[in-house]
């Protein structure tokens, strides 16, 4: 991608974001990065969706700190930059509050794969994070942020499931790209709510089976993918 | 139906199911068939929805090949193509992973007819399959998952009860045409909604008698139907 | 209202119901009474909501009998012509299968007065009705059906309760006009939906008091009313 | 701002609780205040919002004495007046009936803070007040509503914690101005939303740390601010 082009991903990838309801208000951010010229780009901070502009996505360094000095980056770029970091294979990196993925984050509850929406794009089980500790709050609260969420992927490839969900906060989402990080906020967002009802009728659901989750994540993922019209 | 209008009915089939909220992404695919050809039409796999045209529409046979070479069919087509031999009269098979229905699939649990809204479409309490076994889901997973809808129906009438709820996945619905199966596909996402709802203040909520569920549904259905303007 | 303005106030109150999203296919009726000539006039059976014209209005007698050999009137016709010879003072009756009054009919759930929303418009609880017999439904069953809403009304005033929930069916609805009908209709679906959801909470929650009740109740209806433009 | 800007700030803010779906049919109002004139603006009592104008906003005094015999102000101005004169700081005060804020209300549960969505805008729990006495709603019921308001917030900062729930009724709401008094009722509803689902998974959710509670306020309020471009 050329640089306007990843402009414009950035850009769509926040729209997105508000278009697929994952967003209320300002609560949301979706950046890029260009691995080669190791430079992010992300959504200016508390800047209102309708008035955004491909010129307004801010650059930043993996370190997290702005090139430009017109707009402010993103309150939360501290975690994407985290993320670029520890995850050397993703593109993209979303930030919601979309309802469900953050009740179920509210309550310390993990997306535990219970059919096959959530095989075709979660190989098993969605995490949540431990809580900060009163240290990690105070003193890079927003970097703290990112370190526990690679802490939680310690055993886990970030590929394969691609979401995390901060304890007490919301979802962090991401792919290869931002469109795909965005499209795979709104499927994390369908799974959580329906994970969350299937709780309420059974407290304790009982996940698919290994040989299924292997068949749909592997269909679509992966050396042996089958599906859509490029396999 | 000319081949004309069957391409037609399955395109504004597959649209409606997007209409309709039944389908986010492309987690869906609807099929018609005509029997004097023993042809199948179906949407084809991971094609963006505003893009498909009736000309996009996959010919297959009865065994589940594609008759075309230009465009992959839906993933699911073998299982279509089970639910045709078996069920001699359908005309139209639809699969979605709409909200509710797949919260119960994936829950096992089977919606009963709590009211008359279910009873207008459905004699009855709509079904669970089992689970796969490993050695299906490894061998033939897309013509096994028709093959345990088939075997949940050893004793029940398709056209009576034209659902179903794939354990761990989602539902299959069908009808005489494929307008018909997206219709049936509607209403299922509502009493589906309705009985987890019901099933939530009461985990084994009483169905309404058999002399209200034949009163109803064979007001709709068989020769002695008084329901609209053609009765 | 002259025979047209009712046709035209029928035709409304029906299509204020699917824009109001309480009914979805044809799952809902509305009519309405012209007092002075004994007619009822209600919806065409079975006919797509966008088609329908004031003409198409179905004029019928206090005994359930179309006076018009064009259109067959809507199948709930009997049920809403019981009403009118029952409650003398109402001028509009609606039918709808509304997701959560349908969800609370069918749990044969009344819905309590939780609030002031529900207290502006229903001076206590919506209660529902038993069920049918096997006889009932055999012999006269959308009669009947409003006979045991007439029954359940036994101690109560229509217009101070103007709606009830049919058990294993859905809610009908009623006002002075088939405007106020709907607009009652619309209210009975968010008091039961809240009502639900505080349930949930709370099986058994507490409604507010009588002094609340009528406070707000009698500050919209009946001789001491201030509320609107009009006091 | 000028007497203008305010009529149109308050006509904005009872549009956009329509809006955003927090008031159905005519269950809101919002008013904005000019302090220096001692004149508070509210919407007129019961009249439709699609023909609403900036001149149709009602002029009254802190007493709740309407200063325009043209329109009869909304009938809970009492309860606003109430809070202008106890509430120094605020210039603008949202009534609605949305969803969950009025199914908290009804089930006198508050809503405590589980996530930072709510503390960005709440520094802690947002309370019920206790249920008006028999003699508070026969003697000034809409004034003593605005009482028992002030009554819950004895040692609670206003614009710390913008907004209340009335036991059995539903949320008031306020702001530094009308829109800051929408944007807060909005946010209200959301948090209220996500408390109500968490609470079905655990009757007694866990809030979070007051470290992670302060890190979020303070982060958008109060001298130490740093959110949006003006920080």
Chains 1, 2, 3, 4 share one sequence.
């Not at 780009?41 to 700190?65: E, F, N, W």
């Not at 995850?87 to 993925?101: C, E, K, L, N, P």
């Not at 709510?193 to 309420?200: F, S």
Request: net charge negative; aromatic share 6%; glycine share 8%.
């Amino acid at each position: 991608m050329t640089d306007d082009e990843l402009r414009r991903a950035v850009l769509d990838a926040n729209l997105d974001t508000v278009r697929h309801g994952l967003v209320i208000s300002t609560f949301g951010n979706a950046s890029g990065i260009d691995r080669n010229a190791g430079r992010i780009l992300i959504k200016p901070s508390g800047v209102a969706y309708d008035r955004l502009t491909p010129a307004d996505m801010v650059p930043c360094d993996l370190d997290g700190r702005s090139l430009d000095n017109r707009l402010r980056p993103s309150s939360d770029l501290a975690t994407h930059a985290v993320l670029y970091r520890a995850f050397a294979d993703i593109g993209g990196v979303v930030h919601t509050h979309s309802t469900y993925a953050t009740i179920m984050a509210q309550s310390h509850r993990p997306v535990p794969c219970l059919g096959t929406t959530h095989a075709d794009y979660f190989h098993g089980t969605i995490p949540v994070t431990r809580d900060l500790t009163e240290d990690e709050i105070a003193q890079d609260y927003v970097g703290n942020t990112g370190t526990v969420i690679v802490e939680t992927f310690a055993d886990l490839d970030p590929l394969a499931i691609p979401a995390v969900l901060v304890a007490g906060h919301g979802p962090f989402v991401w792919g290869r790209t931002p469109a795909e990080a965005v499209h795979n906020a709104l499927i994390l967002e369908q799974v959580a709510k329906m994970a969350w009802h299937a709780m309420v009728l059974n407290p304790d659901p009982q996940p698919i089976s290994q040989a299924l989750l292997d068949r749909h994540f592997l269909r679509k993922h992966g050396a042996q993918a089958t599906y859509g019209q490029d396999g």
